[in-house]
């Protein structure tokens, strides 16, 4: 069995290392290199990766509210990595969360690269994602650095009679539709060539938030919450649009809306 790994670091230094580390180790394989933490979302998204090797902290969203974005589900195993944080490393140690502190030896490496291969094989694993779960319910969401740098701001939509210009903040939500995304703006609706991953990352997270696994909503558009079947709920949108709120998104959407779960 291969382990496919994403490596998430805004250092290149840092993200040659580990990648040269697991080049020693056989039966492992790199799938993607990160620089922020939106595109360290849209790689999970997209490679469904065994390991992740996570910075704590990265322009556009920390490691931490990346995996809040990721549904309970469909996170990988995670070996974080921090210079050094006075609020992450205790909590890593109290719920025997993985970490290596930079600069970290070969040996330190092996021994969390050993132990995270077993929970990738093992029924322990459930056990690690109860402890994942109770760090991140414990970390304040970020606020300030949720910014993407160079966020996409508009889309150029290719049409019939040339191109038209959409506005990112005319865009009321997002549907995942094979490989194209439709932009839902008022009663317009236009098609791009994308995957709802690779616009999720480059849009501002401030304005937007994935709600489901093929949905992204303007969150000034979301109305109201109402309940649904099976944990799930539905957002109304301010035009009357209903959107299911699946329960893996449930969270960081009340997060966002500075709501208690």
């Excluded at 070996?79 to 930079?102: H, S, V």
């Excluded at 009663?187 to 937007?208: G, K, Q």
Aim: aromatic content about 8%.
């Amino acid at each position: 069995m291969t382990l496919r790994a994403v490596i998430a670091d805004d250092e290149a230094p840092a993200r040659q290392r580990i990648s040269g580390l697991l080049d020693r180790y056989p039966g492992h394989c790199v799938v993607a290199q990160c620089v922020s933490g939106p595109e360290a979302l849209a790689a999970v998204h997209r490679e469904r990766p065994d390991l992740l090797f996570l910075d704590v902290q990265m322009p556009g969203m920390n490691g931490l509210d990346v995996l809040r974005a990721v549904a309970p589900e469909e996170r990988p195993i995670v070996i974080f990595t921090t210079a050094y944080d006075e609020y992450a490393l205790p909590a890593f140690e109290e719920q025997a969360i993985d970490y290596l502190l930079k600069p970290f030896t070969d040996d330190r490496f092996a021994e969390a690269l050993g132990r995270a291969e077993r929970m990738v094989r093992s029924e322990e694993a459930v056990a690690w994602q109860a402890r994942l779960r109770a760090v991140l319910g414990g970390w304040p969401a970020a606020r300030d650095d949720m910014a993407v740098p160079f966020a996409l701001d508009r889309f150029a939509v290719k049409q019939a009679d040339g191109v038209t210009i959409v506005p990112a903040s005319a865009v009321d939500w997002i549907e995942a539709a094979r490989d194209y995304v439709k932009l839902h703006a008022g009663r317009e609706v236009f098609v791009v060539r994308a995957t709802v991953a690779a616009i999720e990352a480059r849009l501002d997270p401030r304005e937007f938030i994935r709600i489901h696994r093929s949905t992204v909503v303007r969150v000034d558009r979301i109305r109201e919450l109402q309940p649904y079947f099976h944990g799930d709920q539905v957002a109304m949108l301010t035009d009357g649009t209903k959107l299911r709120v699946s329960r893996g998104y449930r969270q960081a959407l009340y997060r966002r809306l500075g709501m208690e779960a």
